[in-house]
């Protein structure tokens, strides 16, 4: 028995060593579109510096939106934001002006700060 499966085994390498192995047809075809499609050098250094920058651009503006409620986030929770600590019904036309411009200027500057501590 022992002999029997030592000449299976020498039978199954060398029908190993001498079969070609072939991929049928339509994966040939397919490895080869891959094959074509997956080559870098097929496309200019102009095409691969547009493409990078159209993801940073898109990464970029999405970054600065989130960046940007994070900051209006921040500054609501935060007592010295909060345009109902200072409103009085006396003078709200004159203070809804002064607010905006009060929040804004502080709003720049928080996040000029945080987009400074981040490229640093």
């Known amino acids: 028995m022992a002999n029997l499966k030592s000449e299976k085994d020498v039978w199954l390498n060398k029908l190993r ?23 870098p050098s097929k496309y200019t250094e ?18 600065q939106d989130v ?29 809804e002006d002064e607010w905006f411009e009060f929040y804004h200027e502080h709003h720049g500057d928080i996040l000029y700060q945080v987009m400074q501590n981040i490229t640093n």
């Open 46 to 63: 102009n095409e691969l510096e547009q493409a990078k920058e159209a993801i940073v651009d898109k990464i970029t503006k999405h970054f």
């Open 67 to 95: 960046m940007f409620e994070m900051v209006c986030e921040e500054m609501g929770d935060n007592y010295l934001f909060q345009s109902s600590n200072y409103l009085t019904e006396a003078g709200y036309d004159m203070f």
């Open 17 to 39: 060593q001498t079969k070609e192995y072939k991929l049928d047809p339509v994966k040939q075809i397919m490895a080869q579109q891959i094959e074509e499609e997956m080559n």
